[in-house]
C-alpha cells in the first residue's frame, strides 16, 4: 500500500461547479501537508499549505486536514477553465531531517467552458 | 510564495554529450535542495537529494556517476546528466526546501525538457 493515496481521475466538470480533490495516507508522523497544481510541461506550484487539522481558505481554494481520518482535501469553488490540470497532493514526516516529500499520484482535473 | 529558476527549460543534445541543468533558489536559502524526473502522465519521480555542502543522497536505482549533483551554494543546485542517452530523455524538475519561520514545504522550478538524439 502506498503512503498517499489519491485517485488519478480524470475529473471533468462544468464551468462553476465546485470540485472536491481528496488523498488519504496512512504515515501517522505525517506534519505538513500540500497541495500544488501543475500544469503539462511545467513545475508544480504550491498552492496550500497547512499543518494542523481544520479548514484553510485562499481565495477560492480550501485546504482541509482531519488527521484523526488520515484524510485531507481540497475545494476548489467557482471552478474555471483555467484551472484545469493536475493537483497533487503532498506530505511531509515531521521527523524527517531532509523534508521529503510524499506525493499522491495526482488527479486530472479538466474544467470545461 | 518563492520563485525556484531552472535553466535551461529545454535542451537537446546528441547521444554521448553530458548536459548541465541549474536549479537556483531566487528568494530564499535552500539548505536542501531536490531534483526530480517525470515521465508523461506520471507523477514526479525523486532521483536525488541535494544538501549544502555534502555529497548528494541518491534513490534506489539512480546512477550516481551518471547523474552528478552539486550543491555549491545556498542558493544553487546543478545537475550534470554525463553521458547522455535516449533513455535518458524526459522532463527533470527541481525543488528547493523552504524552512524559513514555521513552514517545511518545497517550491518546484519550471522544469527542464531533455531531448537525447
Known amino acids: 500500500q502506498k503512503e498517499v493515496e489519491q485517485d488519478p481521475g480524470p475529473l471533468s466538470v462544468p464551468e462553476g461547479a465546485i470540485v472536491s480533490l481528496n488523498c488519504t495516507y496512512s504515515n501517522s508522523a505525517f506534519q505538513y501537508f500540500m497541495w500544488y497544481r501543475q500544469y503539462s510541461r511545467k513545475g508544480p506550484e504550491l498552492l496550500m499549505y497547512t499543518y494542523s487539522s481544520g479548514n484553510k481558505e485562499d481565495g477560492r481554494f480550501t485546504a482541509q486536514v482531519d488527521k484523526s481520518s488520515k484524510y485531507i482535501s481540497l475545494f476548489i469553488r467557482d471552478s474555471q477553465p483555467s484551472d484545469s490540470a493536475t493537483y497533487l497532493c503532498?506530505?511531509?514526516?515531521?521527523?524527517?531531517?531532509?523534508?521529503?516529500?510524499?506525493f499522491g499520484r495526482g488527479t486530472q482535473l479538466t474544467v470545461w467552458p | 510564495g518563492a520563485v525556484v529558476s531552472q535553466h535551461p527549460s529545454r535542451v537537446i543534445c546528441k547521444s554521448g554529450t553530458s548536459v548541465k541543468i541549474e536549479c537556483r533558489s531566487l528568494?530564499?536559502?535552500?539548505?536542501?535542495m531536490f531534483w526530480y524526473r517525470q515521465f508523461p502522465k506520471q507523477s514526479l519521480m525523486l532521483m536525488a537529494t541535494s544538501n549544502e555542502g555534502s555529497k548528494a543522497t541518491y534513490e534506489q536505482g539512480v546512477e550516481k556517476d551518471k547523474f552528478l549533483i552539486n550543491h555549491a551554494s545556498l542558493t544553487l543546485s546543478t545537475l550534470t546528466v554525463t553521458s547522455a542517452h535516449p533513455e535518458d530523455s524526459s522532463f527533470y524538475i527541481c525543488?528547493?526546501?523552504?524552512?524559513?519561520?514555521?513552514?517545511?514545504?518545497?517550491?518546484f522550478g519550471p522544469g527542464t525538457r531533455l531531448t537525447v538524439l
Open positions: 528568494d530564499f536559502q535552500a539548505t536542501t
Open positions: 503532498a506530505m511531509v514526516d515531521r521527523g524527517s531531517t531532509l523534508g521529503r516529500l510524499y
Open positions: 525543488s528547493a526546501r523552504d524552512q524559513r519561520g514555521a513552514t517545511d514545504t518545497q517550491y
